[in-house]
């Protein structure tokens, strides 16, 4: 059974830049059977969202409110998936999860890392 962990979050002044890591743990078959790869987010007292999603291929979809300051990419070979963030804005701040999804349909999410847009 694959693992999610993700890294990479902490506090960033508005206008920053940071990068999400999210790191597949498991067997390499579980590893080799994330086909899309995404990245999800849950601000304070808000519903969770999603913010980008990337194929086995390296399509990607973006939230409009991340669209044009952000881009997901991935490793196969690891198993993993990042996320790059520039020019945060304080409505960024959230806990980010990564989520993936197998070719078997089985989601798997991770436990989540805290981002605090702030001066």
């Known amino acids: 059974q694959v693992q999610l962990v993700e890294s990479g979050g902490g506090l960033v002044q508005p206008g920053g830049s940071l990068r999400l890591s999210c790191a597949a743990s498991?067997?390499?078959?579980?590893?080799?059977?994330?086909?899309?790869m995404a990245w999800y987010r849950q601000a304070p007292e808000k519903p969770r969202e999603f913010v980008a999603r990337?194929?086995?291929?390296?399509?990607?979809i973006y939230a409009d409110s991340l669209k044009g300051r952000s881009a997901i990419s991935r490793d196969n070979a690891k198993g993993t998936v990042y996320l790059q963030m520039d020019s945060v804005k304080p409505e960024d701040t959230a806990v980010y999860y990564c989520?993936?999804?197998?070719?078997?349909?089985?989601?798997?999410w991770g436990q989540g890392t805290l981002v605090t847009v702030s001066l």
């Open positions: 989520n993936a999804v197998t070719l078997t349909s089985v989601q798997v």
């Open positions: 498991g067997s390499i078959f579980s590893i080799n059977s994330l086909n899309v």
């Open positions: 990337i194929t086995r291929d390296g399509n990607t």
